[in-house]
Structures are given as structure tokens and as C-alpha cells.
């Protein structure tokens, strides 16, 4: 099928500017199909050529970047030069834009990515986060206490309108097209999910680059549906306006494998998922519990999940048990901590300043819990 007028330029042209800096040939390529399907490499070769000058700049023997003056699309700031400010054992956490920082990183650099991403977008915004600190809601909905015991809050999903959504799949897509990049062939990526937004994280990330593979059932019972009308509670009582939600998904997906699975194993040590035991493979639905209070109370986030399912999922993603472990919405460091405590190597990317203090003490205090059992 022949491709629309500009849509080999369009499609070359929002890569350099998703990942802020140069691209190889070879690169480009693979964005331009995982995006448009089946296309010449003569094709992209030729538009590249064509344009230096114009649109591109030559950086090297097959590469490119947008022209520093190009009025066609914006690029991202200067590349990052960042150390670490948090190291406890094989962790090491940043405080960075995770979009910045990926756009900074050598290609195929990073094993797997286990990760909880911000979903309205809003709710982790400085004005936000400030109403949850104080109590006042905004954006999230503050539950009442149930026997004494005080709930989690969590985002209103469900008054995203269709701009949000959009926003979204923008969001989604950009985060699948630079971890494309980052990750190693076969390289895992498990993204923490819900029910009501699985759809767009796997398609848009899908447009990324990336091959879905699933999901993974965290089996918990959450706040969410189960409620009769609002405001109409009374006239309806045998009715709730969606089910009660029970589970919470988290989409499974990878960058495409170049060869062979035990072709990956052998050079990646990526291409599948580490076995629980010799009898028994590692499953897609896993009984969970709420986050313990003591864990709630050492990373106090909103959104942090507990270490019994972290450590199991974060396990898994390493086949062969070796490689590094990314998380680039690292919150108060829990995943970094059950990569700790199952020994992987490990790297986390926060850009609120706040959350980072809490992960300097929380990421030891969390890794080094005994009573926990990953498997």
C-alpha cells in the first residue's frame, strides 16, 4: 500500500524529536515500521540524504538529528549529563524527567522495565500533589476510614474526558517509542495498569515500538466500582453503576526479539520470564494484598505497591536473573527496592524533588524486610 505524502518525513522527523538527539540509520528504521508498517529502508535512506541540510543534520557515518534551526518540530532540551543521587546497594536513582533522561541513555542499555506510571497525567502535577498532602482531594478521591482503618486515596479515572485520553495515548506512546530504544532486543516491560486504561497503555505503546504480550493479574481487591448511583442511591439500591473492581492489570509487553527467543538468552540474557522453580513457570495472575501499613508508612506515595508482589513480578523480568532493572516513575522506591532484595541491578528515575528524600531511606528500609517471600 502506498504510503500518504510526507508520512516517511512525518513519522522520521517525530522520532529525532521524541528521543532529542541523533539517530542511526538502523534506528530511524525501526521506528518508521514499528509506526507505518512495512517500509524501504531505501525510502528513509533517501528522504534522510535528501534533507541534510534542511531538515537534518549528518552527526556521523548513518546518522542523523534534526537541523538545530528546523521550524518543523521542537526539539527537546540539551541531552543530560547526570550522576546518581541515591545509591543503596545495586540501586541507583535519579532525579531527572524520565523522558529527558531515557533521550540521554546508549541505546539497548537496560534489560527490563517494571513500572508504575502517573495515568490522569494531572494528579502528579506540583498543584495536585499539594491538595493529596493537605487532604483536600483535588483530583483524588479521599475515601472515608472503614473500622478504624484509613484507605488509600486514589485518582478519579473515570472523569477523564476524551482530550485526557488523548493525552494519554501521546503520553503512552512516547514512553514505548524511547524505551524501544533503551532496551535490549527481548527486553521486558511490565507497566502497572487498571482496568478502565489497560486499552490505551498497550496500543499506544504497541505504536511505540513495542510487542504486547499480555498482562499480569495482581488479584486485590481495590476502592473502585461497586457503587450505587450518585445521588440517586436510594431509588436505586439493587444497582451499581460498574462493577466492583477486583483486580488490577498490568500490561506485559517487550521490544521485538531479533532472532530466536534462545538467540536473546544467549546474547541479551532477555526473551522471557525467569521460572519460579524447575516445576513451575512463572504466572499471570498473582494473589495480592493491599500495601502493609509498615511498608505505606516507610515510602508513604500514594500509588506504592507491595513488596510481596513487587519482588515476584521484578524476579521474573531478568530470565537468565542478570541485567538491569529499570523504573522510570520510581516514586518513593519500591521497585528499586525488591531489586535489591532479589540481588538485580537497578536504576530509577523521579523528578519530585520530595519523593526522592523519602526514597533515600525508604529503598534500604524496604529491600532489607525478611518476612517477605518473592516466591
Not at 494528579?123 to 478521591?141: D, H, I, M, N
Not at 530509577?348 to 531511606?361: F, H, L, N, Q, R
Amino acid at each position: 500500500m502506498a504510503k500518504a505524502p510526507g508520512s516517511i518525513r512525518d513519522s522520521i522527523c517525530g522520532y529525532l524529536q521524541t528521543i532529542g538527539g541523533e539517530g542511526s540509520i538502523e534506528e530511524i528504521s525501526r521506528a518508521v515500521v514499528a509506526q507505518m508498517g512495512a517500509t524501504s529502508p531505501s525510502s528513509i535512506r533517501s528522504y534522510l540524504n535528501n534533507n541534510v541540510g534542511k531538515s537534518f543534520e549528518r552527526v556521523g557515518r548513518g546518522r542523523y538529528r534534526l537541523k538545530a534551526n528546523s521550524h518543523d518540530f521542537t526539539l527537546l532540551p540539551a541531552k543530560l549529563d547526570l550522576g546518581p543521587v541515591v545509591i543503596v546497594g545495586k540501586a541507583k536513582l535519579y532525579e531527572a524527567d524520565c523522558f529527558e533522561w531515557l533521550a540521554s541513555e546508549p541505546v539497548s542499555s537496560i534489560h527490563a522495565c517494571v513500572t508504575d506510571p502517573p495515568y490522569g497525567l494531572l494528579e502528579y502535577t506540583e498543584e495536585e500533589q499539594e491538595k493529596l498532602r493537605k487532604g483536600r482531594g483535588g483530583v483524588w478521591r479521599i475515601p472515608p476510614s472503614f473500622d478504624g482503618a484509613k484507605r488509600a486515596p486514589l485518582p478519579r479515572f473515570t472523569v477523564l474526558d476524551e482530550n485526557d485520553r488523548l493525552k494519554l495515548h501521546a503520553f503512552f506512546k512516547r514512553f514505548g517509542i524511547l524505551l524501544n530504544r533503551v532496551l535490549v532486543p527481548g527486553g521486558n516491560v511490565v507497566v502497572a495498569s487498571n482496568p478502565l486504561l489497560s486499552h490505551i497503555v498497550a496500543s499506544a505503546m504497541s505504536e511505540g515500538g513495542l510487542e504486547v504480550r499480555g498482562q499480569i493479574i495482581r488479584l486485590v481487591m481495590t476502592m473502585r466500582g461497586g457503587d450505587r448511583p450518585k445521588n440517586a442511591h436510594l431509588e436505586f439500591p439493587d444497582v451499581s453503576v460498574m462493577p466492583r473492581s477486583m483486580f488490577e492489570p498490568w500490561v506485559v509487553l517487550r521490544r521485538p526479539l531479533e532472532g530466536r527467543v534462545q538467540d536473546s538468552l544467549r546474547y541479551h540474557k532477555t526473551g522471557g520470564f525467569r521460572r519460579i522453580s524447575d516445576e513451575k513457570p512463572f504466572r499471570d495472575v498473582i494473589a495480592s494484598q493491599k500495601t502493609p501499613k509498615r511498608e505505606r508508612e516507610i515510602a508513604p506515595h500514594p500509588s506504592v505497591k507491595p513488596q510481596s508482589f513487587l519482588r515476584q513480578v521484578v524476579r521474573a523480568a531478568l530470565p537468565m536473573g542478570q541485567g538491569t532493572v529499570l523504573d522510570p516513575f520510581a516514586g518513593s522506591g519500591s521497585t528499586l527496592a525488591a531489586a535489591n532484595a532479589v540481588g538485580y541491578r537497578s536504576v530509577g528515575i523521579e523528578s519530585d524533588p520530595k519523593y526522592v528524600k523519602v526514597a533515600k531511606s525508604a529503598i534500604e528500609q524496604l529491600g532489607s524486610l525478611q518476612e517477605i517471600d518473592p516466591i
